[in-house]
């Protein structure tokens, strides 16, 4: 018998890469999802890797009648909990659906998982919790703080499980806190699809470089970085689900709230993420630079010494790979998949 694990918002960009993971480490992915920010291409793309049909039930993690149905008839050991939303502009317009799904939807899950004697989570958190930190890189003991309600989600859900942890002592959860994933899985059959203009450095770029879109905007070129631009920790999205599989392993012996950063520990500007991106594809990525974004800091990368001693993880895949594999998802699906939903 396989052990089961229910993923939340598996038909995502993340999460569909976290069911690959998982069958590719011999455990049984159940999928709830209710197309929010997806559809059945990712299930159908994950059926064309594994060969098999992914379990899926569509429904809302607000839904808590819907819930009770999947852990009764499911015998789930572990929750990763990728479903949200995550467009901090967005959740500047529209704050109170963010808390809805974000906290709200968090809040039905974990109760769910209590009526059902589940105790123990894998939950989506991000580098966004450290907010404009100074000091970098940041370690999981830096200060938290939020700069957009997308953050204050992050961070009141990751309150809530504190909480949790401290009521109960058999709960376990590996808040993870993600820093900026791209790439996609080799196949080029799953990846990232945002829908309308991407708000995110690697989905416009990948549009650039196909022509659908002109020129990047970058925004800044005088932080005091190494060539004025913004620099973050880009994680292929390969590399971060593993950290998820990894995080399993370590709750079945650890109990309470573990803080995580999933980050490669390297600072890497726009500018050579533009320039890496050239070199993969062989297409001229033009740009322009800009004002600043506001609310953007100058630089955002993790210390992954805490991943590396508590999962004995760590992100190996390179900068040129992340790049080759937008590339290669971006030529044969987003673009056709763009194009379906214009
Ligand atoms: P995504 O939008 O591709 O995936 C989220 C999935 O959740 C979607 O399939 C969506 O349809 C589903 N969903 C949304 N609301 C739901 C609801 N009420 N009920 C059921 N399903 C619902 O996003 P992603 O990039 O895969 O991100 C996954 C998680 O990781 C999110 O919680 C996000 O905040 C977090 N995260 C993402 C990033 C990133 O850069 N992508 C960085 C840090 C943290
Ligand atoms: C953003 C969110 C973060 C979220 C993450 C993934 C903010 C402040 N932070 O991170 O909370 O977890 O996305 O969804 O929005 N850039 C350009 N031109 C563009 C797009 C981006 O120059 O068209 C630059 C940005 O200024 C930044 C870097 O590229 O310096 C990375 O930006 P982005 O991909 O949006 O990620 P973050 O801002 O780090």
Same mark, same amino acid.
């Given at each position: 018998?396989?052990?089961?694990?229910?993923?939340?918002?598996?038909?995502?960009?993340?999460?569909?890469?976290?069911?690959?993971?998982?069958?590719?480490?011999?455990?049984?992915?159940?999928?709830?999802?209710?197309?929010?920010?997806?559809?059945?291409?990712?299930?159908?793309?994950?059926?064309?890797?594994?060969?098999?049909?992914?379990?899926?039930?569509?429904?809302?993690?607000?839904?808590?009648?819907?819930?009770?149905?999947?852990?009764?008839?499911?015998?789930?050991?572990?929750?990763?909990?990728?479903?949200?939303?995550?467009?901090?502009?967005?959740?500047?317009?529209?704050?109170?659906?963010?808390?809805?799904?974000?906290?709200?939807?968090?809040?039905?899950?974990?109760?769910?998982?209590?009526?059902?004697?589940?105790?123990?989570?894998?939950?989506?958190?991000?580098?966004?919790?450290?907010?404009?930190?100074?000091?970098?890189?940041?370690?999981?003991?830096?200060?938290?703080?939020?700069?957009?309600?997308?953050?204050?989600?992050?961070?009141?859900?990751?309150?809530?499980?504190?909480?949790?942890?401290?009521?109960?002592?058999?709960?376990?959860?590996?808040?993870?806190?993600?820093?900026?994933?791209?790439?996609?899985?080799?196949?080029?059959?799953?990846?990232?699809?945002?829908?309308?203009?991407?708000?995110?450095?690697?989905?416009?770029?990948?549009?650039?470089?196909?022509?659908?879109?002109?020129?990047?905007?970058?925004?800044?070129?005088?932080?005091?970085?190494?060539?004025?631009?913004?620099?973050?920790?880009?994680?292929?999205?390969?590399?971060?689900?593993?950290?998820?599989?990894?995080?399993?392993?370590?709750?079945?012996?650890?109990?309470?709230?573990?803080?995580?950063? +999933? /980050?490669?520990?390297?600072?890497? !500007? $726009?500018? =050579? %993420?533009? @320039?890496?991106?050239?070199?993969?594809?062989?297409?001229?990525?033009?740009?322009?630079?800009?004002?600043?974004?506001?609310?953007?800091?100058?630089?955002?990368?993790?210390?992954?010494?805490?991943?590396?001693?508590? +999962? /004995?993880?760590?992100?190996?895949? !390179? $900068?040129? =790979? %992340?790049? @080759?594999?937008?590339?290669?998802?971006?030529?044969?699906?987003?673009?056709?998949?763009?194009?379906?939903?214009?």
């Amino acid at each position: 018998m396989k052990e089961t694990i229910l993923v939340t918002g598996g038909a995502g960009y993340i999460g569909s890469h976290a069911c690959l993971a998982l069958a590719e480490a011999g455990y049984e992915a159940v999928i709830i999802d209710n197309f929010a920010n997806s559809d059945r291409s990712s299930l159908d793309a994950l059926q064309l890797i594994t060969g098999a049909a992914p379990i899926f039930l569509e429904g809302d993690i607000r839904d808590a009648a819907f819930l009770d149905s999947v852990f009764a008839r499911f015998r789930i050991s572990t929750v990763m909990h990728f479903a949200g939303l995550k467009a901090v502009g967005e959740s500047v317009a529209i704050p109170l659906e963010y808390y809805e799904v974000n906290v709200g939807g968090t809040l039905e899950v974990l109760k769910a998982m209590q009526r059902a004697g589940v105790r123990s989570i894998i939950f989506s958190s991000s580098a966004t919790v450290y907010g404009d930190c100074k000091v970098q890189p940041v370690t999981e003991a830096s200060p938290r703080s939020a700069t957009n309600p997308y953050g204050q989600t992050k961070l009141v859900v990751e309150y809530m499980l504190e909480d949790l942890c401290g009521s109960d002592p058999e709960f376990g959860v590996a808040s993870l806190r993600y820093f900026n994933p791209v790439g996609a899985h080799k196949s080029g059959v799953i990846g990232e699809n945002p829908r309308g203009v991407p708000a995110n450095l690697m989905p416009f770029v990948a549009q650039v470089a196909t022509g659908q879109r002109p020129y990047l905007n970058v925004f800044g070129s005088d932080y005091e970085t190494v060539d004025g631009t913004g620099v973050r920790d880009f994680i292929h999205v390969v590399d971060l689900v593993e950290g998820h599989v990894a995080a399993l392993k370590y709750l079945k012996s650890h109990k309470g709230f573990t803080p995580i950063n +999933l /980050g490669v520990g390297r600072g890497v !500007s $726009v500018l =050579e %993420m533009v @320039a890496a991106f050239e070199a993969v594809s062989g297409r001229k990525v033009e740009y322009r630079l800009c004002d600043r974004r506001p609310g953007d800091v100058a630089a955002s990368y993790a210390d992954p010494a805490n991943a590396n001693a508590l +999962l /004995g993880w760590r992100a190996v895949r !390179s $900068v040129e =790979e %992340m790049c @080759a594999d937008t590339w290669r998802w971006q030529q044969h699906h987003a673009a056709r998949n763009a194009a379906a939903q214009a």
